[in-house]
Every structure is written in C-alpha cells, then in structure tokens.
C-alpha cells in the first residue's frame, strides 16, 4: 500500500482537462513543498513533469501545471493529447526525516 | 545529458543477495548538484524509493528496506551500487537508478527499468 493515495485511473478526451490528486498527510505532501510529478510510459524511463508542487522543468509543456490545498496536490492536463496517456507518479520528500514516498500511480485513459 | 546505464542480474533466488550496479555518464558522480538514488516499481504497484547515496558516501535509506539495503559508491567510476540481501518473491520488480536534483529534491534523470525476478 503506497504512502499516497492517487485514483487508480482517470480518463478524458481530446482537448478536454482532467486533474489527478495526491493525498497525503501533514507530514509529507502539507508540511513541505516538495512536491514532484512524473509520466510513466510502460517499458520506458519515468519523466520529470512538476517538482516543487507546481514548477515545470525546461521543456515540459504548459499544459501540464500542478497545485497544492492542505494535503492534497494535484496534476492538471489541459488540451489532453493522445500522447499524454500514460501513468502519472506523484511523490513527497519529507526534508526532516530524509525520506520520499510516492503514490500509487494513475493511469490516464485518452478516450 | 545525464545517462544511467543499469548492470546486474535479472533472475536472483530466495535468500540470496541481490545486487545492481548504475554507471553515469555526462556527468561527474561527485557533482554537489545531485544524489543518486534506487527506485523499484512491483508489476501492478506504484513506485517505491529505495533509497540515495551522496558522492561523500551519506545515505539515507527507506525505512522499510533499510535493514537489508545498502548503497555505495565508486567515484573513481562514476558509479553506485545497491545491495539487497535475503530477497523474498516481494522483491521481484523492475529497478531504475536515478539521479535526485538536490534543489528540489525531485528525480531528473531516469534509466532504463530493469525486471529483477527473484525465484529459484
């Protein structure tokens, strides 16, 4: 069982938004703001979307932007493309401990 | 470009050690702009941190896996390693070694996943 709670899958069609949560506690995703996102296409390498809640590394499109309310963070994808259908990590680093927990992962359907 | 190039062995029995070792090109190991860390993902299951290891040798470890993990590194070949001793069939995953931006704490460079199955 994953140290975050994330939905299992979410599904939206072409040029439509769809949001991905992240739920965590105080200690983790509410108490810091590291927190980070990443794309998952099966049999490839995992990529760096959003660190620090809501920062796009260089070359990430900005249809993708993350927030924070309390102990939940989100993922938004906006102007949904066939090619963002993947799975989507979240992860927390909790600075006082030294220690990252992720979550369950979410599977993004592009109908 | 950082690239991290995994070795080791796929198939490990029960009990035994097992032990994977991550070679860094494009970029020197004892940069003080990152930390290397191990992270598996079980077939079905979300990401799980194993734990990072600084060019200094620091390491900090998931607590869940921390009695039987160990992370090191050989600067003289820009690489680290992970050991995981008394593996169980909870183990098998595909591995990834992955550098950690130490800015922000996040996972910027990924290699390729590797299956590691542990059964006899």
């Known amino acids: 069982q994953s140290a975050l709670t994330q939905p299992a899958s979410v599904s939206g069609s072409p040029g439509q938004s769809i949001t991905i949560s992240c739920t965590g506690t105080?200690?983790?995703?509410?108490?810091?703001?590291?927190v980070s996102w990443y794309q998952h296409h099966p049999g490839k390498a995992p990529k760096l979307m959003i660190y620090?809640?809501?920062v796009r590394p260089s070359g990430v499109s900005d249809r993708f932007s993350g927030s924070k309310s309390g102990n939940t963070a989100s993922l938004t994808i906006s102007g949904l493309q066939a090619e963002d259908e993947a799975d989507y990590h979240c992860?927390?680093?909790?600075?006082?401990?030294?220690?990252?927990?992720f979550g369950g992962g979410t599977k993004l359907t592009v109908l | 470009q950082v690239q991290l190039q995994k070795s080791g062995p796929g198939l490990v029995k029960p009990s035994q050690t097992l032990s994977l070792t991550c070679t860094v090109t494009?970029?020197?190991?004892?940069?003080?702009?990152?930390?290397w860390s191990w992270i598996r993902q079980p077939a079905g299951k979300g990401l799980q941190w194993i734990g990072r290891?600084?060019?200094?040798?620091?390491?900090n470890y998931n607590p869940s896996l921390k009695s039987r993990v160990t992370i090191s590194v050989d600067t003289s070949k820009n690489q680290f390693s992970l050991n995981l001793t008394s593996v169980t069939a909870a183990d098998t995953a595909v591995y990834f070694c992955?550098?950690?931006?130490?800015?922000?704490?996040?996972?910027?460079?990924w290699g390729q996943g590797t299956q590691v199955t542990v059964s006899s």
């Open positions: 494009g970029y020197s190991i004892t940069s003080n702009t990152h930390y």
């Open positions: 992955v550098s950690t931006n130490r800015g922000h704490d996040s996972f910027d460079y």
């Open positions: 992860s927390s680093y909790t600075p006082r401990i030294a220690r990252v927990v």
């Open positions: 290891i600084y060019a200094s040798g620091v390491t």
């Open positions: 105080s200690t983790d995703v509410g108490g810091y703001n590291h």
């Open positions: 620090d809640v809501n």
